[in-house]
T-cell receptor, first 119, second 114 residues
Framework: AQKITQTQPGMFVQEKEAVTLDCTYD???????LFWYKQPSSGEMIFLIY??????QNATEGRYSLNFQKARKSANLVISASQLGDSAMYFC????????????????FGGGTRLMVKP | KAGVTQTPRYLIKTRGQQVTLSCSPI?????VSWYQQTPGQGLQFLFE???????NKGNFPGRFSGRQFSNSRSEMNVSTLELGDSALYLC?????????????FGDGTRLSIL
């Protein structure tokens, strides 16, 4: 089973509108971290926002917020007031405690959502 | 504070050759991870180093290896290159690789195999 599922391969949003990018995850651990990254066409991976599994408040970082629903195992990214520069690939990732004989925490990425902002 | 620096940015090699990629983490970061990104397979974890020790390893053949130096800089080596090794290789660092610590990525090395 996929650890991180992003069901929207591509999305369009009108400039200045809000958009929600979906992410569901699968883990049996109680402790984990959820992260969102942005990857423009140039290739660099930019860290946007993070949510810990024990955090009760949804994380916010400027125009980015994370809609964390633990019982549903979802961690959707909300971008408010979209800008043309928001056009990029967006990746949801989860960090879990050591697995399969490894000694460190594992970070697993979803397949990504390509967001295109229309002027 | 300088970000994660990867060199070189672009590399062209032929099948059978070997290649070494370099990564300098953010100052103070001791955990360095490597990822391979391809259009078909997405982002795949290669390995993680912490305090000069490989702590995590992904599901890649032994042709892929790495190491970390005492200053936390890391190198990744791929031997006997295959066409399928063409990819963007991303390096990421974090303070200690903690569960709640974000990883910060470099700009990547784009490797093309002819």
């Amino acid at each position: 089973a996929q650890k991180i599922t992003q069901t929207q391969p591509g999305m369009f949003v009108q400039e200045k509108e809000a958009v929600t990018l979906d992410c569901t995850y699968d883990t049996s651990d109680q402790s984990y971290g959820l992260f969102w990254y942005k990857q423009p066409s140039s290739g660099e991976m930019i860290f946007l926002i993070y949510q810990g599994s024990y955090d009760e408040q949804n994380a916010t970082e400027g125009r980015y917020s994370l809609n964390f629903q633990k019982a549903r195992k979802s961690a959707n990214l909300v971008i408010s007031a979209s800008q043309l520069g928001d056009s990029a690939m967006y990746f949801c990732a989860m960090r879990e405690p050591p697995q399969f004989g490894n000694a460190g925490n594992m970070l697993t990425f979803g397949g990504g959502t390509r967001l295109m902002v229309k002027p | 504070k300088a970000g994660v620096t990867q060199t070189p940015r672009y590399l062209i090699k032929t099948r059978g050759q070997q290649v070494t990629l370099s990564c300098s983490p953010i100052s103070g970061h001791r955990s360095v991870s490597w990822y391979q990104q391809t259009p078909g397979q997405g982002l795949q974890f290669l390995f993680e180093y912490f305090s000069e020790t490989q702590r995590n390893k992904g599901n890649f053949p032994g042709r892929f290896s790495g190491r970390q130096f005492s200053n936390s800089r890391s190198e990744m080596n791929v031997s006997t290159l295959e066409l399928g090794d063409s990819a963007l290789y991303l390096c990421a660092s974090s303070l200690q690789g903690g569960l709640y610590q974000p990883q910060h990525f470099g700009d990547g090395t784009r490797l093309s195999i002819l």
